[in-house]
């Protein structure tokens, strides 16, 4: 009888155990992208090159599945390879399933129907309304909301363009967890006379806040006569102290997006009558939460982000937590975009991505409820059926003419004689300028570092509310079958084959 070779038992068990995590892994990225662009996309020819490559992908790691399993002579027979595959099955099929309806809220668009049909009037709408802000605050855990501490803010490295200012700047939000960002402020008339501020948070672009489209937002609302910030997203740039793939960045970044609130209102001139927030594609759902859950914002124009069949995601800033379902309820980020009403919002959408149904969906969805109130006029929609998924100028130049109207900014500060918005003047700058913290202007000496520690301090800001990892729970048990299951199989094979050598 031929001798058994653990070694060589192992390292088969091991390329197998590869091969299909390989296969698992690129067959869910598959199973999202194909979603993602059936939900409402244009595909373009750079995700139709992604889908091409996941799918050569998956036919290589399973040509090579083969290989593996055919050359491995000292297993054929044995129960290994039908147990990983077994064991492939098992993890596919409810991380499919939980991936599909967490990111795409049932997948259906018609669900607009069945949320229309619970409210006929302003009174109904109303009720509806709070029961959603409950259930986001709830499902981001910010129940109670945590205590709104000192921000101990810091400004440097001013500079002084054509008519604005820019300053590196932090604070914390709670004790130890900082904000970092950069404002920007006119320099032109009475530093003291009132002025709208408006925060632009930044999506998931390659720069972060340093896009230079961000720049150029900050830049000319602020030569209009508006304070601004732009900030970074938890997990991106200078924002270091939680990754953005923890599960709990949804309840960091929607406090912290409510702290820069408070930070502009300290500064000299903030009106906190002018509210306003703008962003795009995950700064678009940080605008429309922000907005939802804070009655200061007074104007919104979230870009190129609501869909009522697209939550967002894979990134966790969007989709980490239950605050579209939750204790009860569950809605869509087209009528969290309506929890603005009656107060001006902008939707702006393009051809190419999830929002290119907004002008016939989720457009007239909210312009009903914003009829409960007589305030039709209040919403607005900016197409852009040619274009795709940015903050490019023509969706910049639909932001400045809007808010500018709503917020009583002085636009003739940005115009050509032909009165199309002029951003020569605007300085891009080089991130390392931008930075907040530096060798100059090191992080804080009490910073904190890791999930853990700052969910500590959101537990003593929130008076000892605990908190729970919702995406965590969901996983452990279908990773810990996947663990026992290949554990198992393994065993039984090497088991097998030692009875017939005996």
């Known amino acids: 009888m031929s001798p058994i070779h653990p070694v060589r038992h192992a ?8 091969a299909t995590a390989a296969m698992l892994v ?28 996941a799918l050569f992908g998956i036919a290589a790691f399973a040509a090579i599945y083969c290989i593996i399993v055919i050359r491995a002579k ?69 129940v109670p909301l945590p205590d709104r501490s000192p921000l101990n803010p810091f400004r440097h490295n ?12 932090y604070f914390e939000s709670v004790p130890g967890f900082f904000v970092s960002g950069n404002l920007y402020r006119p320099t032109w008339g009475n530093a003291n006379d009132s002025k709208p501020v408006i925060l632009v948070p930044h999506g998931h672009f390659p720069l972060g806040r340093y896009e230079p489209d961000n720049q150029e937002v900050a830049a000319t609302f602020a030569r209009m006569g508006a304070i601004v910030m732009i900030y970074d997203m938890v997990g991106w740039d200078e924002s270091t102290q939680v990754n953005n793939t923890s599960d709990f960045t949804p309840m960091f970044q929607i406090w912290d997006s409510m702290r820069v609130i408070d930070y502009l209102l300290t500064l000299p001139g903030a009106d906190p009558a002018r509210v306003a927030v703008t962003g795009a594609s995950g700064g678009g759902t940080q605008t429309f939460l922000l907005a939802a859950v804070d009655d200061r914002v007074a104007v919104a124009a979230p870009v190129v982000m609501v869909s009522a069949s697209y939550a967002g995601g894979p990134e966790r800033d969007e989709v980490g937590m239950p605050i579209r379902e939750t204790q009860g309820h569950w809605t869509n980020n087209a009528e969290i975009a309506a929890l603005m009403a009656p107060k001006p ?63 009583g900014l002085n636009i003739s500060k940005v115009e050509w004689p032909n009165g199309t918005i002029n951003e020569t003047p ?77």
């Open 345 to 407: 919002l902008l939707l702006v959408s393009d051809g190419q991505d999830w929002t290119q149904e907004t002008p016939q969906v989720e457009y007239p969805f909210i312009q009903r409820i914003y009829g409960f109130y007589g305030k039709v006029d209040n919403v607005q929609n900016a197409h852009f059926a040619n274009e795709g998924h940015d903050f490019g100028p023509s969706k910049r130049n639909a932001v400045y003419t809007f808010f500018a109207a709503h917020l």
């Open 26 to 53: 690129l067959a869910g990225y598959m199973a999202y992208y194909i979603n993602f662009f059936d939900l409402g996309s244009g595909l373009g020819m750079t995700m139709a090159a992604v889908i091409v490559v």
């Open 11 to 18: 390292w088969l068990a091991l390329a197998l155990g590869l």
């Open 426 to 502: 605007n300085v891009i700058e080089n991130p390392t300028a931008m930075h907040a913290f530096n060798n100059a202007f090191p992080r804080p000496a009490n910073a904190l570092q890791g999930e853990a520690a700052v969910l500590n301090a959101f537990t003593i800001a929130q008076h000892g509310r605990t908190h729970d990892d919702p995406y965590t729970e969901s996983f452990i048990p279908v990773i810990v079958i996947f663990m026992v299951l290949e554990i198992a199989v393994v065993c039984f094979a090497i088991f097998q084959r030692r009875k017939r050598n005996i």
């Open 74 to 142: 000292s297993l054929r027979g044995s129960a290994i390879v039908v147990g990983f595959l077994i064991a492939g099955i098992f993890v596919a099929m409810p991380c499919g399933a939980i991936g599909y309806l967490g990111n795409t809220f049932l997948g259906f668009e018609p669900h607009l129907d069945v949320l229309s049909s619970l409210y006929s009037n302003q009174a109904e709408w109303e009720t509806r309304a709070d029961a959603i802000r409950q259930g986001i605050l709830s499902g981001a855990q910010l």
């Open 158 to 169: 001013l500079r002084i363009y054509t008519n604005y200012s820019v300053e590196n700047v």
